[in-house]
């Protein structure tokens, strides 16, 4: 295993990155994302039929029988990826005895974000030093669930409307249906103005943070990023919550962008 100190005498050419998601966690992600991102793209179109930007949507894609199709699609492929995230994470567990912590609720997390309320108001000097995952990835990760609790169960329970009224009633069956489509629209909501803005418009990543692509991040933004985890490994010099390691790389090699 390669020491901190052995990267930073290593050579003035080379940088220490961390990576941070495996190629599971970034095949999860991106089956999120399209999959999202087509529900929303045909399922918008229902709620908001009358509008304009939704009927040229709908042609899109065929007409009302078309969106809802390709709905379906979408709905299924992502309970697929979701299935097969929990497989994994349990698995990994299960194999490696490593079970992973970093997106429990933690007392740490409420800290840091009213430290970073108070830092964003000018109240204290210093940002908070986040660990593994920051409250924001936090909220991002079990909105997961949430959504697919919500949106998922009440859309099987539409599509399979005999079934649903062979054991709730109908006040049941509307319930969900004004639920399904008004929860969608707070999800839309959230990724593009909440996610969008963390990962993407932030000016310390504009025009994104890449790690959702490769993976790896730089030691540079780790530091802002996740400064205690980052502490914790130069103390310690091994594997944190069995995903992270230290490599060296030609500095031209990291697409990771520096903090403005």
């Given at each position: 295993?390669?020491?901190m100190?052995l990267?930073k005498?290593?050579?003035?050419?080379?940088?220490?990155?961390?990576?941070?998601?495996?190629?599971?966690h970034?095949i999860?992600?991106f089956?999120?994302?399209s999959t999202?991102t087509?529900c929303?793209?045909t399922g918008?179109?229902?709620?908001?039929?009358?509008?304009?930007?939704?009927?040229?949507?709908?042609?899109?894609?065929?007409?009302?029988?078309?969106?809802?199709q390709?709905h379906?699609v979408?709905?299924?492929?992502?309970?697929?990826?979701?299935?097969?995230?929990?497989?994994?994470?349990?698995?990994?567990?299960?194999?490696?005895?490593?079970?992973?912590?970093?997106t429990?609720?933690?007392f740490k997390?409420?800290?840091?974000?009213?430290?970073n309320i108070?830092?964003?108001?000018g109240?204290?000097?210093e940002?908070?030093?986040?660990?593994?995952?920051?409250?924001?990835?936090?909220?991002?990760?079990?909105?997961?669930?949430?959504?697919?609790?919500?949106?998922?169960?009440s859309?099987?329970?539409?599509?399979l409307?005999?079934?649903?009224?062979?054991?709730?009633?109908?006040?049941?069956?509307d319930s969900y249906r004004?639920?399904h489509?008004?929860?969608?629209v707070?999800?839309?909501?959230?990724?593009?103005?909440?996610?969008?803005?963390?990962?993407?418009?932030?000016p310390?990543?504009?025009?994104?943070?890449?790690?959702?692509?490769?993976?790896?991040m730089?030691?540079?933004v780790?530091e802002?990023?996740?400064?205690?985890?980052?502490e914790?490994i130069?103390v310690?010099?091994?594997l944190s919550?069995?995903?992270?390691?230290?490599?060296?790389?030609?500095e031209?090699d990291?697409?990771?962008?520096?903090?403005?």
């Amino acid at each position: 295993m390669i020491s901190m100190s052995l990267v930073k005498e290593s050579s003035s050419n080379t940088q220490v990155k961390y990576q941070r998601w495996n190629i599971h966690h970034r095949i999860v992600h991106f089956g999120i994302l399209s999959t999202f991102t087509l529900c929303a793209l045909t399922g918008l179109p229902l709620k908001f039929h009358y509008k304009g930007w939704a009927q040229v949507l709908a042609k899109f894609f065929g007409g009302g029988d078309g969106l809802l199709q390709w709905h379906l699609v979408g709905a299924v492929i992502l309970f697929i990826v979701c299935a097969y995230h929990l497989v994994y994470s349990i698995s990994y567990a299960v194999i490696k005895k490593d079970f992973s912590v970093g997106t429990r609720p933690t007392f740490k997390m409420g800290r840091d974000m009213v430290q970073n309320i108070k830092y964003f108001l000018g109240k204290v000097e210093e940002p908070p030093k986040f660990d593994r995952y920051t409250y924001k990835e936090f909220l991002d990760y079990w909105a997961v669930f949430w959504g697919m609790a919500i949106i998922g169960g009440s859309g099987l329970m539409m599509w399979l409307p005999e079934w649903t009224m062979k054991y709730f009633p109908r006040w049941v069956l509307d319930s969900y249906r004004m639920g399904h489509s008004d929860e969608a629209v707070l999800a839309v909501l959230v990724i593009f103005i909440w996610h969008f803005y963390n990962v993407h418009f932030n000016p310390d990543f504009f025009p994104m943070n890449y790690t959702w692509w490769d993976g790896n991040m730089s030691e540079e933004v780790m530091e802002h990023e996740h400064g205690a985890e980052l502490e914790r490994i130069k103390v310690n010099n091994e594997l944190s919550f069995g995903l992270t390691r230290m490599t060296i790389v030609d500095e031209s090699d990291i697409n990771t962008p520096g903090l403005k």
